[in-house]
Nanobody
Framework: QVQLVESGGGLVQTGGSLRLSCAAS????????LGWFRQAPGEEREFVAA????????YYADAVKGRFTISRDNAKNTVYLQMNSLKPEDTAVYYC?????????????????WGQGTQVTVSS
């Protein structure tokens, strides 16, 4: 069983930055691929970014490419999402998720464990 706990959300103005963290339990964290997803009010949850088990590969949604950076620290069992140049349309609940196969995937169905989410609000 893996537990994921997100933190770092909050209220920020347009153009600002936030860094989300997701702390994971479990001894095999380093073998998992990790992803960030988000869900805006009234919208379906969507893929944001993913990183494979070795941190050798990353993948981003077009909407965040060049502004967001996903990274991981396997020694701390933590994955991060650095969000820069934030826009009002980035407002959403952000979730981290773990894929036990360790492969880079954008589909939600590939992820086995999910956190509870952290709210990010970008004011205009």
């Amino acid at each position: 069983q893996v537990q994921l706990v997100e933190s770092g959300g909050g209220l920020v103005q347009t153009g600002g930055s936030l860094r989300l963290s997701c702390a994971a339990s479990g001894r095999t964290f380093s073998k998992y691929a990790l992803g960030w997803f988000r869900q805006a009010p009234g919208e379906e949850r969507e893929f944001v970014a993913a990183i494979n088990w070795s941190a050798g590969s990353t993948y981003y949604a077009d909407a965040v490419k060049g502004r967001f950076t996903i990274s991981r620290d396997n020694a701390k069992n933590t994955v991060y999402l650095q969000m820069n140049s934030l826009k009002p349309e980035d407002t959403a609940v952000y979730y981290c998720a773990a894929n036990i196969l360790g492969t880079l995937r954008s589909g939600q169905g590939h992820y086995d464990y999910w956190g509870q989410g952290t709210q990010v609000t970008v004011s205009s």
